[in-house]
């Protein structure tokens, strides 16, 4: 029967047969970056271990027995000296994560694993030869950091093995029929988009909206034929970026034979809208939607689309920046496997300023990699472009793909701005009173409640992050309404409209904020272009009030610089200024963890660098509000049935996410506590509780934030 590496019933799978499925799809997966025969190696020696007496009875006998046979290939590796410890990393990791460098007295990390005393493998000998690996990992450039440059390079061959490891493992274990579907090719997409864009291509009145929205669209198609690099979209709000955005990525992709599109994006909310229209125009089964409120997993019909969230493997990639930027930094399998498949694609970056600021530097060091040694074109998509070019190569020329960029947003000026300056609350309440159809957009949770009770009645309306979603929906369906219908409405909220959120207010107020948020809020005001431009402000204010804004403080103090030196805050110049000053101001923070650090020379700490790369790092504890028989039957289904994924998704519609600080003894969650107005939904869910007190929640602002800070003392 020979060595075996996997059964299933009768059938068997030789550690030889694997050894060679692997390494062929691993160096498959490796070619895209030039790198073939460095994959094809890795795959090779990932499971000699498997050779070792105690393993073959373990699989024979179908034991749970633990034999360690991912260090051997790693030892061997070692032992051959020259660029072979390279793939100590990748095979030492295969099951259990890429390790630090460390050192001996330290057993997980990569020196423990060399030292490790395990089973005898040595009949691997007779079955396998080792693979020639004599071209150099990366390729010096001068001002390049070839440290980090070798981390990528590992990770890289890392997600190449474990996905190599996992679909071989998988056609065996599934005699063939896997039900993966890769999707159709990027000739094919462009012809469909071509077909979806041909009558708008017709219109080349530039003295309309339509007309430039195709001008634009139609010079993203033409700059598509440019070779691989980084590019910027720099569009007004209402110029027509998504679509022009997705036809200089098929242009490209086809003229450049890259393999798939990714989309990254901030928000939920716009993954998606964004995620429908490309499924409209694309095909259902092109179009990955890869973030959290996606469940794939609860019908067989979505199994292809499960399949190809674990790799990526689908012609186009929705994604946000979470997912994207913390699998590119991550250790453990499951989630490096799919990072192979960022190599040879066009990367799309919508709404690039909200690249993470306490992570820029390396995230921008890992862009250049890409761009580098990858194969990928990147493309920074936004109406507020950010300022990057001093933080990318010195040689490389970030080309722009908007057509008469100043003109266009000359053409597509829909607001006025004004600076208020700094206002009592009670001035703000004034003239929020006189307004009949107004935004006031301010910067906490709990400025929002105030403002809103202070002026509550008929058409005054509250949004924030306080109300829970499917709550949070009803009440913009009556904004929608009463906006459509021109009834009085007035609207007090957070942030959260700023993005994905399609309503259009004659005027907008604005509590200062980053420049890029504010020009954002502004997209609410005369949105549709109907109004006259003189008519339609947004009016900057600042509270005399003290609302303190967790991690806001220094772009609000770069804003207030550019409020005294620009008249127009939209003005391009503004924007790059404002991006300039902030990340000059920021300075080392700009690597908040030090990620740079954690890579000299062949030492690279993978899991130290997963541990500390968190882009959502606030500590929050999750209450479901229990107000609707939906939300009190889905509540029974997980205490008495226990936690799916599907139930839980379905449960997020009645959650909110409350900030747990947990340096202060008196957090809002804290004094909600201790109140006696939370309990815990289920021993099995940590961090997840169920508001009991329904005086603490109101139908016009949700989750009341003025509960009193001694309040749970006196209970």
């Given at each position: 029967?020979?060595?075996?590496?996997?059964?299933?019933?009768?059938?068997?799978?030789?550690?030889?047969?694997?050894?060679?499925?692997?390494?062929?799809?691993?160096?498959?997966?490796a070619?895209?970056f030039?790198?073939?025969?460095?994959?094809?190696?890795?795959?090779?020696?990932?499971?000699?271990?498997?050779?070792?007496?105690?393993?073959?009875?373990?699989?024979?006998?179908?034991?749970?027995?633990?034999?360690?046979?991912?260090?051997?290939?790693?030892?061997?590796?070692?032992?051959?000296?020259?660029?072979?410890?390279?793939?100590?990393?990748?095979?030492?990791?295969?099951?259990?994560?890429?390790?630090?460098?460390?050192?001996?007295?330290?057993s997980s990390?990569?020196?423990?694993?060399?030292?490790?005393?395990?089973?005898?493998?040595?009949?691997?000998?007779?079955?396998?030869e080792?693979?020639?690996?004599?071209?150099?990992?990366?390729?010096?450039?001068?001002?390049?950091?070839?440290?980090?440059?070798?981390?990528?390079?590992?990770?890289?061959?890392?997600?190449?093995?474990?996905?190599?490891?996992?679909?071989?493992?998988?056609?065996?274990?599934?005699?063939?029929?896997?039900?993966?579907?890769?999707?159709?090719?990027?000739?094919?997409?462009?012809?469909?988009?071509?077909?979806?864009?041909?009558e708008?291509?017709?219109?080349?009145?530039?003295?309309?909206?339509?007309g430039?929205?195709?001008?634009?669209?139609?010079h993203?198609?033409?700059?598509?034929?440019?070779?691989?690099?980084?590019?910027?979209?720099?569009?007004p709000?209402?110029?027509?970026?998504?679509?022009?955005?997705?036809?200089?990525?098929?242009?490209?992709?086809?003229?450049?034979?890259?393999?798939?599109?990714?989309?990254?994006?901030?928000?939920?909310?716009?993954?998606?809208?964004?995620?429908?229209?490309?499924?409209?125009?694309?095909?259902?089964?092109?179009v990955?939607?890869?973030?959290?409120?996606?469940?794939?997993?609860?019908?067989e019909?979505?199994?292809?689309?499960?399949?190809?969230?674990?790799?990526?493997?689908?012609?186009?990639?929705?994604?946000?920046?979470v997912?994207?930027?913390?699998?590119?930094?991550?250790?453990?399998?499951?989630?490096?496997?799919?990072?192979h498949?960022?190599?040879?694609?066009v990367?799309?970056?919508?709404?690039?300023q909200?690249?993470?600021?306490?992570?820029?530097k390396?995230?921008?060091?890992?862009?250049?990699?890409?761009?580098?040694?990858?194969?990928?074109?990147?493309?920074?998509?936004?109406?507020?472009?950010?300022?990057?070019?001093?933080?990318?190569?010195?040689?490389?020329?970030?080309?722009?793909?908007?057509?008469?960029?100043?003109?266009?947003?000359?053409?597509?000026?829909?607001?006025?701005?004004?600076?208020?300056?700094?206002?009592?609350?009670?001035?703000?309440?004034?003239?929020?009173?006189?307004?009949n159809?107004?935004?006031?957009?301010?910067?906490?949770?709990?400025?929002?409640?105030?403002?809103?009770?202070?002026?509550?009645?008929?058409?005054?309306?509250?949004?924030?992050?306080?109300?829970?979603p499917k709550?949070?929906?009803?009440?913009?369906?009556?904004?929608?309404?009463?906006?459509?219908?021109?009834?009085?409405?007035?609207v007090?909220s957070?942030?959260?409209?700023?993005?994905?959120?399609?309503?259009?207010?004659?005027?907008?107020?604005?509590?200062?904020?980053?420049?890029?948020?504010?020009?954002?809020?502004?997209?609410?005001?005369?949105?549709?272009?109907?109004?006259?431009?003189?008519?339609?402000?947004?009016?900057?204010?600042?509270?005399?009030?003290?609302?303190?804004?967790?991690n806001?403080?220094?772009?609000?103090?770069?804003?207030?610089?550019?409020?005294?030196?620009?008249?127009?805050?939209?003005?391009?110049?503004?924007i790059?200024?404002?991006?300039?000053?902030?990340?000059?101001y920021?300075?080392?923070?700009?690597?908040?963890?030090?990620?740079m650090d954690?890579?000299?020379?062949?030492?690279c700490?993978f899991?130290?660098?997963?541990?500390?790369?968190?882009?959502?790092?606030?500590?929050?504890?999750?209450?479901f509000?229990?107000?609707?028989?939906?939300?009190?039957?889905?509540?029974?289904?997980?205490?008495?049935?226990?936690?799916?994924?599907?139930?839980?998704?379905?449960?997020?519609?009645y959650c909110i996410?409350?900030?747990?600080?947990?340096?202060?003894?008196?957090?809002?969650?804290?004094?909600?506590?201790?109140?006696?107005?939370?309990?815990?939904?289920?021993e099995?869910?940590?961090?997840?509780?169920?508001?009991?007190?329904?005086?603490?929640?109101?139908?016009?602002?949700?989750?009341?934030?003025?509960?009193?800070?001694?309040?749970?003392?006196?209970?």
């Amino acid at each position: 029967m020979g060595y075996i590496a996997h059964k299933d019933g009768e059938r068997v799978q030789t550690v030889k047969e694997h050894l060679e499925g692997t390494a062929e799809r691993a160096g498959n997966f490796a070619e895209k970056f030039g790198k073939r025969e460095w994959g094809y190696c890795c795959g090779m020696l990932h499971d000699i271990g498997k050779y070792s007496k105690e393993f073959q009875k373990k699989i024979q006998e179908n034991t749970n027995d633990k034999v360690d046979h991912a260090t051997a290939g790693a030892q061997v590796c070692k032992e051959l000296g020259g660029y072979y410890p390279i793939l100590s990393y990748c095979i030492a990791g295969h099951h259990a994560g890429l390790p630090d460098y460390g050192n001996t007295a330290i057993s997980s990390s990569l020196c423990g694993r060399w030292k490790k005393k395990i089973c005898d493998y040595q009949d691997y000998k007779d079955e396998v030869e080792i693979p020639d690996l004599d071209t150099e990992p990366i390729t010096f450039k001068e001002d390049r950091n070839m440290d980090f440059s070798l981390g990528t390079f590992i990770r890289m061959l890392y997600s190449c093995l474990v996905d190599a490891d996992f679909l071989d493992t998988e056609s065996f274990m599934k005699n063939g029929d896997t039900g993966r579907n890769s999707g159709e090719t990027m000739v094919t997409l462009q012809n469909r988009l071509k077909n979806h864009i041909s009558e708008w291509l017709k219109n080349t009145d530039a003295d309309t909206i339509n007309g430039r929205r195709t001008e634009i669209l139609s010079h993203c198609i033409k700059e598509g034929k440019q070779k691989e690099g980084i590019f910027r979209l720099t569009v007004p709000t209402g110029g027509g970026k998504t679509v022009a955005s997705l036809a200089f990525a098929l242009e490209h992709a086809v003229k450049n034979h890259k393999d798939r599109i990714i989309y990254v994006i901030p928000y939920t909310s716009i993954i998606e809208q964004n995620a429908q229209v490309f499924r409209e125009i694309l095909g259902e089964e092109n179009v990955l939607e890869n973030h959290y409120n996606v469940d794939y997993e609860s019908s067989e019909e979505f199994k292809p689309m499960q399949l190809a969230s674990e790799n990526w493997d689908k012609p186009v990639v929705v994604t946000t920046n979470v997912q994207f930027f913390e699998s590119l930094f991550a250790n453990k399998s499951s989630k490096c496997r799919k990072i192979h498949n960022i190599a040879n694609s066009v990367v799309i970056f919508d709404e690039a300023q909200m690249l993470p600021m306490d992570y820029l530097k390396p995230c921008i060091a890992m862009l250049q990699e890409l761009v580098d040694s990858y194969s990928v074109s990147i493309v920074l998509c936004t109406a507020t472009q950010p300022a990057l070019d001093s933080f990318f190569s010195k040689n490389e020329l970030i080309k722009e793909l908007c057509p008469r960029m100043e003109e266009q947003f000359l053409f597509f000026k829909r607001v006025n701005y004004q600076n208020l300056g700094r206002i009592r609350e009670d001035d703000l309440l004034e003239k929020l009173k006189k307004e009949n159809n107004a935004l006031c957009i301010v910067n906490t949770k709990k400025a929002a409640q105030m403002i809103y009770k202070e002026l509550q009645g008929e058409g005054i309306y509250h949004l924030s992050t306080s109300m829970y979603p499917k709550h949070r929906k009803r009440v913009l369906k009556r904004i929608r309404e009463r906006l459509k219908n021109n009834e009085k409405c007035i609207v007090i909220s957070t942030s959260l409209v700023e993005a994905g959120v399609d309503l259009d207010f004659a005027t907008v107020y604005r509590q200062i904020a980053g420049l890029d948020s504010m020009i954002q809020a502004a997209g609410r005001c005369n949105r549709e272009g109907k109004r006259e431009l003189s008519e339609s402000m947004v009016y900057i204010f600042d509270l005399e009030e003290s609302y303190s804004v967790p991690n806001q403080r220094q772009q609000i103090d770069v804003s207030k610089g550019i409020l005294q030196d620009y008249t127009d805050i939209a003005d391009l110049k503004a924007i790059h200024d404002y991006f300039t000053r902030l990340y000059h101001y920021r300075g080392t923070s700009l690597d908040k963890k030090k990620i740079m650090d954690e890579f000299q020379k062949m030492e690279c700490n993978f899991a130290e660098v997963a541990k500390e790369f968190k882009l959502i790092e606030e500590n929050t504890k999750t209450i479901f509000i229990n107000r609707e028989p939906e939300a009190d039957e889905l509540l029974q289904e997980l205490r008495i049935k226990g936690v799916t994924r599907e139930r839980m998704r379905k449960a997020g519609q009645y959650c909110i996410q409350v900030y747990d600080n947990a340096k202060s003894e008196n957090s809002f969650f804290d004094r909600l506590n201790g109140a006696g107005m939370l309990r815990p939904v289920s021993e099995e869910m940590q961090d997840f509780y169920e508001l009991v007190d329904g005086e603490q929640y109101s139908e016009e602002y949700g989750l009341d934030f003025s509960l009193e800070d001694g309040m749970a003392f006196f209970v």
